[in-house]
């Protein structure tokens, strides 16, 4: 007869414990502890995965073998990818409500000429076929609705189906009847994920998990889920906004520096080759305030429009306002500009913008952002012509860059004229059309500037 092992599990943050205690030393919560089965054992049990015997090799002898991929219709999901989706790969993807998850996930279906498994737990068939008549013109014969919430369920029906790819929206309304606890909860996400995770392994299958994310903006549901997962999508951006960002915060089998771009339209997510020409605005005339950063996502250079408004402050404390930029950055440079150039700034509201719904952290922003600042103070219109990459210390100095070749000539291919930059010493200044105006202080960069 099986043994079982149990213990206690906080529901909220998922912290085990060998006995019942009424709060959380974790997260503080009360009675938030439920027991669970931990273990399930028998007088022959086999690791997990294990289908041959496995013993020690050094790892000089280990051959090397390159994971073979599967290139999906997207060309942003497959550079977040690292090249393409990964055989027997699991992959979760996380965001906001809205945001576009399922309509992803449902192109994705739409449009790959696989043997596709769509488990959706949260919608009906008859919703899923609506929204697929509404997103996508090519239709694939191939794909296989099935909503249902039971996890042998799904499982007993992905193995008789055999498919190439699954996906399951969402881990969240998943059940397994080995546990009593509601959908949802830390005990049935970790046991469904775990089951989910052994069926893709042992199948060669990749599948796609969907992941509700709490009002912090984390995944919901325990913390190991991500670590048992290979590969961690975050899809964000404003609502308010047409764009789309896909990235990857967790990736086994590539980068996570890179980022996909997409607009949602009426008829799906459209993927955005170019995000510069779209994220800059042409004016009619020049106002004070305005600025280009180029900035890098991933090895992807961009061009965004930053905004600044600075007025005198109405009530005694001056207020400071970011949307897409770090406040506390804002501060700092706020800060120096007062501290080393001489700028009266502590009496003024100071309101920065970038134009699109990014958000970036970027330290090659603050020139920029600077340049905003010191325009919509003195009421004086930047060039549309000008581009700025730079950091900013606490010194007042403009530091180096990281790849500083790919900002320029992406300046130059936008047809830029100049761009404001730190010392580059090491970059042959011939090779770029575009006129290189290096500045080291802020002092010398106002100047320049105006």
């Given at each position: 007869m099986a043994k079982l092992k149990t213990a206690y599990f906080c529901q909220n943050c998922g912290s085990q414990y060998p006995q019942w205690v009424g709060q959380c030393k974790n997260c503080g919560e009360w009675n938030t502890l439920v027991e669970e089965i931990v273990e399930k054992t028998t007088s022959h049990k086999t690791p997990p995965f294990s289908k041959t015997k496995q013993h020690v090799i050094n790892i000089i002898e280990v051959e090397a073998i390159e994971e073979p991929r599967i290139k999906t219709p997207s060309d942003e999901l497959n550079r977040v990818l690292g090249g393409g989706i990964v055989l027997g790969s699991v992959t979760l993807i996380g965001g906001e409500p809205g945001i576009g998850k399922s309509t992803l996930l449902l192109q994705l279906a739409l449009k790959m000429k696989k043997k596709i498994f769509y488990v959706s737990g949260e919608e009906s068939a008859s919703q899923i076929k609506?929204?697929?008549?509404?997103?996508?013109?090519?239709?694939?014969?191939?794909?296989?609705?099935?909503t249902e919430t039971s996890l042998e369920k799904i499982l007993h029906e992905a193995k008789k189906l055999e498919p190439d790819f699954v996906i399951i929206d969402s881990i969240q309304t998943l059940q397994s009847q080995l546990i009593e606890s509601s959908p949802g909860t830390v005990s049935q996400i970790r046991e469904c994920s775990n089951e989910i995770i052994k069926?893709?392994?042992?199948?060669?299958?990749?599948?796609?998990?969907?992941?509700?994310?709490?009002?912090?903006?984390?995944?919901?549901?325990?913390?190991?889920?991500?670590?048992?997962?290979?590969?961690?999508?975050?899809?964000?951006?404003?609502?308010?906004?047409?764009?789309?960002?896909l990235r990857a915060n967790k990736n086994r089998f590539g980068s996570t520096a890179e980022i996909g771009i997409y607009e949602m339209i009426s008829q799906g997510l459209k993927e955005i080759k170019n995000p510069s020409e779209i994220l800059?605005?042409?004016?009619?005339?020049?106002?004070?305030?305005?600025s280009v950063a180029v900035t890098i996502e991933g090895n992807r250079p961009m061009l965004l429009e930053i905004q600044a408004l600075v007025s005198s402050a109405v009530y005694g404390t001056p207020q400071r306002s970011c949307t897409g930029f770090d406040s506390k950055r804002l501060n700092m440079l706020l800060a120096v500009l007062e501290k080393r150039a001489g700028f009266q700034l502590g009496a003024k509201d100071v309101f920065l913008n970038i134009t699109g719904g990014i958000k970036t952290d970027d330290p090659a922003l603050d020139l920029a952002v600077v340049a905003s600042i010191l325009s919509s103070n003195e009421d004086i219109p930047i060039s549309e012509h000008y581009c700025f990459a730079g950091e900013i210390g606490l010194s007042g100095e403009i530091r180096p860059i990281a790849q500083a070749e790919q900002r320029i000539s992406e300046a130059e291919k936008l047809g830029y004229e100049k761009i404001f930059v730190s010392n580059l010493n090491k970059i042959p200044k011939k090779k770029f059309g575009i006129k290189i105006e290096e500045v080291s202080k802020i002092e010398d960069f106002h100047e320049r500037l105006f």
């Open positions: 609506m929204r697929a008549d509404r997103l996508a013109d090519v239709k694939n014969p191939n794909c296989f609705l099935y069926y893709a392994k042992e199948n060669n299958v990749p599948v796609f998990l969907v992941g509700h994310i709490t009002k912090d903006g984390q995944i919901a549901g325990p913390k190991v889920l991500e670590h048992m997962v290979d590969v961690v999508l975050n899809f964000d951006g404003d609502r308010n906004h047409l764009f789309r960002l800059i605005t042409k004016k009619s005339e020049e106002l004070s305030g305005n």
